[in-house]
């Protein structure tokens, strides 16, 4: 009922920079908090970043400085702008949302399928 589908990943070179976009649709009323998370190769998955609704940001120490998260709610649409990207960026990064459905106003949480990011040195 709810998709939440994440793009935007790819190769870039060290210092290079990466938006990801990540788009809810289905039936949805509405949309709480919105974050990033991300998975490296025999890592566990961290949060990187999330958001509230009021737009509110918050950011993990792997967050801090170089990335920006910023949503557009009209659109159910969370970004991440990643700048002076290293090769220990590299990793799949997910999207996962709190939805409010709108045939029953319970929340549930979905998660994308993520977008591998890869950053050459």
């Known amino acids: 009922q709810v998709q939440l589908v994440e793009s935007g990943g790819g190769l870039v070179q060290a210092g290079g920079s990466l938006r990801l976009s990540c788009a809810a649709s289905?039936?949805?009323?509405?949309?709480?908090?919105m974050e990033w998370y991300r998975q490296a190769p025999g890592k566990q998955r961290e949060l990187v970043a999330a958001i509230t609704t009021g737009g509110r940001p918050t950011y993990a120490d792997v967050g801090k400085g170089r990335f920006t998260i910023f949503r557009d709610n009209a659109k159910n649409t969370v970004y991440l702008q990643m700048n002076s990207l290293k090769p220990e960026n590299r990793a799949v990064y997910y999207c996962p949302a709190y939805v409010i459905m709108a045939s029953t106003l319970k929340g549930y949480s979905y998660w994308g399928q993520g977008t591998q990011v890869t950053v050459s040195s």
């Open positions: 289905g039936s949805i009323f509405s949309i709480n908090a």
